[in-house]
């Protein structure tokens, strides 16, 4: 076992987590929250919590609409997010960043909208068994629509992708589009994108990307990925809910139709018929989640004053470490690869417990984990298991946080008598 004080951390983990207010409140009768549900959404820094309440305090007004100062100045702040963003996954144009409500509605904005106007019956849209189901459950729906077919790439015993698998429907099937996350929720498995992306295109399939678990945690670069559509969600990566990101090529997105109509997102609309908006414009209709867009922006700049790189970095060390803690406690099983990087989140089981009392009883040592399906029901249908706990770290836990989980499950045996 290595030792917690050996392990050598790329940042102050102390100074960062000063930032974070939830982390210092009684929790739970005064045991400090030790906060291990990130993948699920990750808690908020207070420069971000100020963002909100600037603006409405300060500056609350709609955008695009008014030409008094406050729309102005939320204008600014609202488009300024949208350019930090931009620069954040190194997008070509700030026209390719639609404003969306977080991951799910940006995969089926897609679907409604490119596919449901380039697919049709014969055609095939790969995914793979690892997904969320918000990257399924569109597709399925766009199936019985259309008469689209969904293929699913396999799973290898290690938790990775079947590239072979992979490589062989886009051979063998009239393959149009790729859908698939860059990193599992459950297993922490990061798949190759950028080969994914090369063989798709050479197939003449366009892919889109989940990266819902990606962009949270480590540099993401959608130009050097080279894929077509990139969607994320504010919430998992220190911003507000009801807020996330689409990225499409541009010309995709000029050619694509709109998805919901109405304000915003037209340039002239008569009784007879409508024109749309410039991008990114078109895809944004109605009033927007103008603060969460703003707060999103300030959780980018946190994110990159500590660095990508880094966080990544700290975080490698935490799953590491967790694996290795992990694998001391009899009747842990922990899915996903092993010998090989994968994120820092951890799905297991314990011999005798259900997920959900293992949660339980974690949760009344302040210890917060996820326990179920985490959405990802095909996944656990494969690994052979019900439910499965998950602990999923960000850039503030703690190894000593880790050697509290271990504790805790400790406990749960004992409570169990196991
Ligand atoms: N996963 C989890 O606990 P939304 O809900 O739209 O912000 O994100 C959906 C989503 C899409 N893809 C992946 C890979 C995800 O992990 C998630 C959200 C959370 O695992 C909540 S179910």
Redesign the pocket.
């Known amino acids: 076992m290595s030792n917690m004080t050996e392990l050598i951390l790329p940042y102050d983990v102390e100074t960062v987590r000063a930032d974070f207010p939830i982390l210092h409140e009684p929790h739970h009768d005064n045991v400090p929250l030790i906060y291990l549900d990130n993948?699920?959404s990750s808690q908020k820094p207070l420069k971000v919590i100020e963002a909100l309440d600037n603006y409405y305090r300060r500056y609350n007004a709609n955008v695009h609409r008014g030409i008094h100062k406050l729309s102005e100045e939320a204008t600014e702040a609202y488009e300024s997010a949208r350019i930090k963003i931009r620069k954040f996954i190194n997008a070509g144009s700030k026209r390719e960043i639609i404003y969306t409500k977080?991951?799910?509605?940006g995969i089926n904005l897609v679907a409604q909208t490119w596919a449901r106007a380039n697919l049709q019956n014969g055609d095939v849209i790969v995914s793979t068994v690892m997904e969320?189901h918000?990257?399924i459950v569109p597709w399925q729906m766009l199936a019985m629509e259309k008469g689209v077919t969904v293929r699913y790439v396999p799973l290898l015993d290690d938790g990775t992708l079947d590239m072979e698998a992979y490589r062989k429907l886009l051979s063998e099937e009239h393959v149009k589009l790729v859908a698939v996350?860059h990193m599992?929720?459950v297993l922490g498995t990061i798949h190759p994108i950028a080969e994914m992306a090369r063989l798709a295109h050479e197939h003449g399939a366009l892919i889109l990307v989940?990266g819902?678990?990606s962009v949270p945690h480590m540099p993401v670069d959608v130009q050097a990925l080279d894929v077509d559509f990139f969607t994320f969600?504010g919430?998992?990566m220190l911003g507000p809910t009801g807020i996330?990101i689409l990225y499409g090529r541009r010309d995709l997105l000029e050619e694509m139709p709109p998805w919901m109509g109405g304000g915003d997102m037209i340039s002239r609309v008569t009784l007879e018929g409508s024109t749309w908006a410039e991008l990114p414009h078109k895809f944004e209709a109605g009033t927007p989640n103008i603060a969460q867009a703003i707060g999103l922006g300030y959780a980018v700049d946190y994110l990159t004053e500590l660095g990508m790189d880094k966080i990544h970095e700290h975080e490698k060390i935490m799953i590491e470490y967790a694996l290795e803690r992990l694998s001391e406690v009899p009747g842990v099983t922990v899915y996903g690869p092993e010998g090989v990087h994968k994120g820092a989140v951890a799905a297991f089981t314990v011999a005798g417990i259900h997920a959900h009392d293992v949660a339980q009883i974690l949760d009344m040592e302040g210890i917060a984990v996820?326990a179920g399906h985490?959405?990802a029901m095909p996944l656990h249908n494969e690994l052979h298991v019900n439910a499965t706990a998950r602990a999923s770290f960000y850039l503030y836990n703690t190894p000593a946080e880790v050697d509290a989980l271990i504790e805790g499950l400790y406990k749960a045996q004992k409570a169990f008598k196991i």
């Open positions: 993948a699920a977080g991951t799910t509605e969320h918000s990257n996350a599992s929720n989940d819902a678990q969600s919430h998992k996330g996820r985490h959405c």
